[in-house]
């Protein structure tokens, strides 16, 4: 693998945002958020969110997204991610304080290897930006591969950024991939990050939805 160096401008733009501050979303019951599924559709202030299934990662991985969610226009991307080095794919919400974003790290990787490259990005992160908090470190198999991800929170200009960032051997190569929204944004869109990640399809394989286990930690 490449060196420390390379690697920081490969990952930082990902992680140190700069978001405008919106209304407080309305409280919503733990019941309500035990039921929803992005299968189903989830519900936040009164709003119904549908998902469906899109490629990603040069078509290699598909995985289910918001509907509503789209392409960040590339002039708002590099204001956003001044660095060339910005992921290669970022979706977004209307406010475009919700994100989505995909970028293979050209470093060699195998299958076994994912929790080894997520714990060191993960180390790299938080030697650049100390305000890094974790969370949960853990690993699925999800759709034949190790998916090793980590949740931590990290400060922006009006608060804190709640991030799921997930790694996983495409080709022989690292993609990772992150979900990102503000921590007074986590009760609503926690489960449905999780479950988007659990949702990965890699190629043409058919397991349409994959059981992952939840983590109930809280920033």
Same mark, same amino acid.
């Given at each position: 693998?490449?060196?420390?160096? &390379?690697? $920081?401008?490969?990952?930082?733009?990902?992680?140190?945002?700069?978001?405008? +501050?919106?209304?407080e979303? @309305?409280?919503v019951?733990?019941?309500? #958020?035990?039921?929803? =599924?992005?299968?189903?559709?989830?519900?936040?202030?009164?709003?119904?969110?549908?998902?469906?299934?899109?490629?990603?990662?040069? $078509?290699?991985? =598909?995985?289910?997204? @918001?509907?509503?969610?789209?392409?960040?226009?590339?002039?708002?991307? /590099?204001?956003?991610?001044?660095?060339?080095?910005? +992921?290669?794919?970022?979706?977004?919400? &209307?406010?475009?304080?919700?994100?989505? *974003?995909?970028?293979?790290?050209?470093?060699?990787?195998?299958?076994?290897?994912?929790?080894?490259?997520? $714990?060191? #990005?993960?180390?790299? *992160?938080?030697?650049?930006?100390?305000?890094?908090? +974790?969370?949960?470190?853990?690993?699925?198999?999800?759709?034949?591969?190790?998916?090793?991800?980590?949740?931590?929170?990290? +400060?922006?200009?009006?608060?804190?950024? &709640?991030? #799921?960032?997930?790694? #996983?051997?495409? $080709?022989?190569?690292?993609?990772?991939?992150?979900?990102?929204c503000?921590?007074?944004? *986590? /009760? &609503?869109?926690?489960?449905?990050?999780?479950? *988007?990640?659990?949702?990965?399809?890699?190629?043409?394989?058919?397991?349409?939805?994959?059981?992952?286990?939840?983590?109930?930690?809280?920033?």
């Open positions: 693998m490449r060196n420390d160096k &390379y690697l $920081d401008e490969k990952i930082i733009e990902m992680i140190n945002q700069v978001e405008k +501050p919106e209304p979303e @309305p409280k019951t733990e019941k309500k #958020l035990e039921e929803r =599924t992005i299968y189903s559709g989830i519900k936040i202030s009164g709003q119904m969110i549908a998902f469906e299934r899109r490629p990603f990662a040069e $078509d290699k991985i =598909t995985m289910m997204v @918001p509907k509503e969610f789209t392409v960040m226009d590339p002039n708002k991307a /590099k204001i956003k991610y001044p660095s060339e080095q910005r +992921p290669g794919t970022i979706l977004t919400d &209307y406010t475009g304080t919700i994100n989505i *974003m995909f970028n293979y790290i050209e470093d060699k990787m195998t299958n076994d290897e994912a929790e080894m490259v997520r $714990d060191r #990005l993960l180390r790299i *992160m938080r030697r650049v930006n100390p305000g890094i908090k +974790p969370q949960t470190t853990e690993a699925e198999v999800i759709s034949g591969k190790n998916v090793a991800y980590v949740e931590f929170s990290n +400060p922006a200009m009006d608060g804190k950024l &709640y991030n #799921l960032m997930f790694f #996983l051997e495409v $080709d022989g190569r690292i993609l990772m991939g992150s979900f990102n503000r921590t007074k944004e *986590m /009760k &609503y869109w926690k489960q449905p990050a999780f479950e *988007m990640m659990c949702s990965i399809q890699v190629q043409d394989q058919k397991d349409d939805r994959e059981e992952c286990k939840e983590d109930e930690g809280n920033f």
